[in-house]
């Protein structure tokens, strides 16, 4: 009986020895989770999850905001920064008013911003019932001490790398915001760009069509429209089929325009039967749209057709010395 009253009184001290080991890694635990503005464990992992969902629309936006540095030469995202600035101040100066471009994207960022707060006040709703959870979980798990010291090991483990990752979070976070704000100067400058695009595509049709007004909104060229002599707005598709014609050739000639910088040269504009929808009147006004065009670009204008009497239409137009070369 001697022997086996030694061995119980040396488990039960060595008990006592876990017991106070795991009571003092729980409050060390708890304590590292306080510095870190977290009531528990579960918390803490929670709001990692959160963040790495967070990220992964930061890196999106990171990338985008990357190959648009790329795409101006920019050297850095203050360089990006300070280049839209001056864009802004050139597009004033030019006696375009930014302030109303389009914010769709601004937007859009806006109302995902205001649904993430809602979904965090889900999210802090659910914290604090899992925190309620822990307590009572916490409370059976006194009973079992011998595996604690380990769980608690383990999730020390977890919390370092959490905390790596977090801080990998927070300079993503930074990303997202610069690109929110990059998103706000494209808006800006596209719309000011299709402001003037509609300006030059209009002047181009002053010779066929000299009360019409064209318009564009996005880089599709169904959001085209053009206002007739009468005030009315008309989508492209509604036009008929000769005046959505010229419209677009108006339009193609004006984008060439761009299409090359200055210093670069000449180049060619081919097109293929443009005039089939057009009537003798309207084919005149857009062969004086290309002779316009070819005097101030000195571009060279290929004309696809099967149509022999355009060869006689331009030849009687200033401007235009035209060759045929039969296929």
């Not at 659910?126 to 925190?131: C, G, K, T, V």
């Not at 989508?235 to 325009?257: C, E, H």
Request: proline letters at 3%.
């Amino acid at each position: 009986m001697a022997p086996a009253d030694g061995g119980l009184t040396a488990a039960a001290a060595a008990l006592n020895e876990r017991d106070a080991e795991a009571k003092a890694l729980a409050g060390k635990a708890a304590e590292w989770l306080r510095a870190r503005g977290c009531a528990s464990d579960s918390e803490y992992l929670d709001k990692v999850a959160e963040y790495i969902a967070l990220s992964g629309r930061a890196d999106g936006l990171a990338q985008r905001t990357g190959l648009l540095r790329r795409r101006v030469g920019a050297a850095s995202d203050e360089d990006l920064k300070d280049r839209l600035f001056d864009e802004k101040e050139a597009l004033e100066r030019k006696g375009l008013d930014p302030e109303k471009a389009d914010h769709k994207e601004l937007e859009r960022l806006e109302k995902r911003a205001a649904a993430l707060t809602e979904e965090a006040q889900g999210k802090d709703s659910e914290l604090r019932d899992l925190s309620a959870r822990l307590e009572v979980a916490r409370a059976t798990a006194g009973a079992k001490l011998e595996g604690l010291p380990e769980e608690i090991g383990r999730l020390r483990n977890d919390l370092e790398a959490a905390a790596s990752e977090s801080a990998d979070i927070e300079l993503r976070k930074e990303a997202c915001l610069l690109a929110a704000g990059v998103f706000e100067k494209i808006a800006e400058s596209s719309s000011a760009a299709f402001a003037q695009l509609g300006k030059e595509v209009t002047a181009a049709l002053a010779a066929a069509l000299p009360s019409a007004a064209a318009e564009f909104t996005d880089f599709d060229s169904t959001s085209a429209s053009m206002t007739d002599a009468g005030g009315e707005k008309r989508p492209v598709d509604m036009l008929s089929a000769g005046t959505r014609d010229l419209f677009m050739l108006a339009a193609r000639v004006a984008l060439a325009r761009r299409a090359r910088k200055d210093g670069e040269g000449p180049a060619l504009l081919v097109l293929d039967e443009p005039f089939y929808t057009l009537d003798p009147e309207r084919t005149r006004a857009a062969l004086r749209l290309l002779a316009g065009f070819h005097r101030d670009s000195g571009w060279q204008v290929i004309i696809l057709t099967k149509d022999p009497a355009i060869q006689n239409e331009a030849a009687l137009i200033d401007g235009l010395h035209p060759r045929t070369i039969d296929l």
